[in-house]
């Protein structure tokens, strides 16, 4: 037997303190615990309001005893079922140069342990902080290992260079002397997800983790690359990793908006065997916004906002497997589905 969560009679949400009308004819959200759901619809319709100013503030408001402003809605059931909501959004994964993805996914540590494992590092008495650019002793101290040195510009956004004296490592000489395989620790912050992969191999604690970063997608991005210059749908696929990293208990909804976007085609396949594992092998139930038709095709059920956006927005125009959806000839999902599928 399946369970539902659902919520009732959405009629507006708040922005700020004021609430203001989005235009939604009292929809009900019901969604299946366990699957996956994709809420798609015309720009403007509603997709965003609903899912991360009603839908997510009500869910962690209960399960989380947060405090977020939620808008309008009579009431919500089925969260018994659920243990913890997740939003993974476009936010940053860090706000200076020093955050990174290894970082932030927990993976430095067990290279940072590595590294104080080998026998150059014994013979120096090294323990697994002195790999790490965060404190004093193994760090560049002339930029305090953020491996560039910032400069206030008058009338114009402060710029980053290179650290004249560790040429950007992170790293004092002492701590670059010591090597894994010919690699410093430097040398492992500037290599690929992909690089460092197949790099450490033979260190499952390690290459699992990365293995995790590269089916997201991101097996480009460098190791030790600044947080700032990831975009906004890397972020969010980087935060989807350090979940994965995680050993699950109970049932968790996770909640994401457009994660798609720029991806490639492969790296969207990537992506879904990703979202299908969390939900086969963990029981979670998973929720994108989304336009994608692949990602649409590969959903367990479809909520399609339309019928138009803005003002014509706000209402549920078809709703169901997508097999459901496309035989229903409602709003421009069911078109573009019935066309891509070969059904019309």
């Known amino acids: 037997m399946s369970h539902t969560i659902e919520l009732r009679k959405v009629s507006k949400y708040y922005a700020g303190e004021d ?59 089925g969260l018994e079922y659920i243990d913890k909501v997740i939003n993974i959004d476009q936010s940053p994964i860090g706000r200076t140069p020093r955050s990174n993805p290894v970082t932030y996914v927990g993976v430095f540590n067990s290279i940072r342990d590595l590294f104080a494992e080998l026998p150059d590092s014994k013979a120096r008495g090294y323990k697994a902080g002195r790999f790490s650019f965060n404190v004093k002793g193994g760090r560049c101290e002339a930029c305090g290992g953020a491996g560039s040195v910032k400069t206030r510009m008058l009338f114009l956004p402060d710029i980053y260079s290179d650290c004249e004296v560790c040429g950007g490592t992170r790293y004092n000489h002492e701590t670059l002397e010591v090597k894994f395989k010919g690699k410093n620790i430097a040398d492992v912050l500037n290599m690929t997800v992909d690089e460092a992969g197949e790099f450490f191999r033979d260190i499952p604690k390690i290459a699992g983790k990365l293995k995790l970063i590269h089916d997201a997608g991101l097996g480009y991005i460098g190791l030790g690359q600044s947080a700032l210059t990831l975009s906004g749908g890397e972020a969010q696929r980087v935060k989807l990793s350090k979940e994965l990293s995680k050993k699950f208990g109970g049932q968790t ?74 035989k229903s000839g409602k709003g421009y999902t069911s078109k573009f589905l019935s066309e891509y599928s070969g059904v019309a």
């Open 19 to 77: 609430s203001v009308s989005m235009g939604f004819s009292r929809i009900d959200l019901d969604l299946d615990i366990g699957e996956f759901v994709a809420i798609t619809g015309e720009s403007g319709s509603g997709k965003s309001t609903l899912l991360s100013d009603v839908f997510y503030p009500a869910v962690s408001n209960k399960l989380m005893r947060t405090d977020y402003p939620v808008g309008a809605y009579d009431g919500i059931d």
């Open 253 to 326: 909804l996770y909640l994401l908006d457009e994660p798609t976007t720029g991806l490639y085609y492969t790296d969207v396949k990537k992506l879904l065997e990703i979202v299908h594992r969390m939900i086969d092998k963990n029981g979670c139930t998973v929720i994108f916004i989304e336009h994608n038709l692949d990602v649409l095709m590969s959903a367990d059920y479809i909520i399609d906002l339309g019928p138009e956006g803005g003002d014509e927005g706000g209402s549920v125009v078809a709703s169901g497997t997508p097999e459901e959806v496309m």
